[in-house]
């Protein structure tokens, strides 16, 4: 049973964005989780995205994800269908790059679930008209969904057969979420895996994104959870995600190598 190893481009965030995907195939990834503000500061500078999508081409990686829909669970009532007309904007990018899925990111601040489980439902049925699967995120810094209780009860609550929840090893630890939980959602309900670790000497609910560190370097039993991963029959995507600035100031190449070479090592 494999993975298929990718990158989120968070890790080098400072490369342009053609540059990434370029040193991303180079270094041997098998895919790419592209950022729209990336994308949008391409188009912004001149650029056009068929330029991305003839990138995407030309190196043979695929997209397992785009990032990210905002604003879809807080907008005032007012607000709510130009916030989903952008999501929609969104998706059709999405789409037309050939990502499944579309990262959802719930508030910053605290909100009622079931709140977001319907305005999730909403999003799913737009994402059926563009051709891309809206999937639930947790964020361990944010006040909302921010374990994977939280959002495993919103694809729940959703009640619709295409949600599903991207996970996130930082953020499950961070937010000292239950592992048990982990193996209960079924495969079929996880749309990718991002996989990092987390500083050591600073406990869980403390830390923040810049904490995060190459998996090996930190305290996260990721063996633990590659093992349910497997156990459970998941075979998707397993993105390296990291926002740690020392990592941003390296030489993206040696960065890029460093990576892969750990997810290697830990799934053998």
Not at 84 to 90: G, K, Q, T, V
Not at 142 to 153: G, I, N, T, V
Not at 178 to 198: K, T, V
């Amino acid at each position: 049973m494999s993975f298929a190893l990718c990158l989120n481009t968070s890790t080098i965030r400072p490369v342009p964005l053609l540059q990434k995907i370029h040193l991303t195939a180079k270094a041997g990834y098998a895919g790419i989780e592209l950022w729209i503000n990336d994308l949008y500061e391409h188009v912004g500078r001149g650029g056009e995205v068929r330029d991305v999508e003839r990138a995407l081409a030309d190196t043979g990686l695929f997209v397992p994800c785009l990032i990210a829909l905002r604003g879809w669970g807080d907008a005032l009532e007012a607000d709510y269908p130009a916030a989903l007309d952008e999501c929609r904007r969104r998706m059709e990018l999405a789409a037309r790059l050939r990502s499944p899925f579309i990262i959802a990111t719930p508030p910053r601040l605290e909100c009622d679930l079931n709140h977001l489980a319907r305005c999730y439902q909403d999003l799913l049925a737009i994402g059926r008209q563009a051709g891309v699967k809206p999937t639930c995120e947790y964020l361990s810094i944010f006040r909302s969904a921010w374990k994977l209780e939280h959002a495993w009860q919103i694809v729940q609550a959703s009640g619709d057969p295409d949600a599903t929840l991207a996970l996130d090893a930082f953020h499950s630890w961070n937010s000292c979420s239950n592992r048990a939980l982990l193996r209960e959602i079924p495969a079929g309900r996880i749309s990718h895996y991002h996989i990092n670790d987390a500083a050591r000497g600073k406990p869980p609910l403390t830390q923040t994104d810049a904490d995060r560190v190459l998996p090996g370097d930190g305290c996260i039993d990721l063996q633990a959870e590659l093992q349910i991963l497997r156990d459970k029959g998941y075979t998707g995507a397993i993105s390296l995600e990291l926002f740690n600035e020392e990592l941003w100031a390296k030489n993206p190449t040696e960065v890029l190598k460093l990576g892969l070479d750990r997810m290697r090592e830990l799934l053998g």
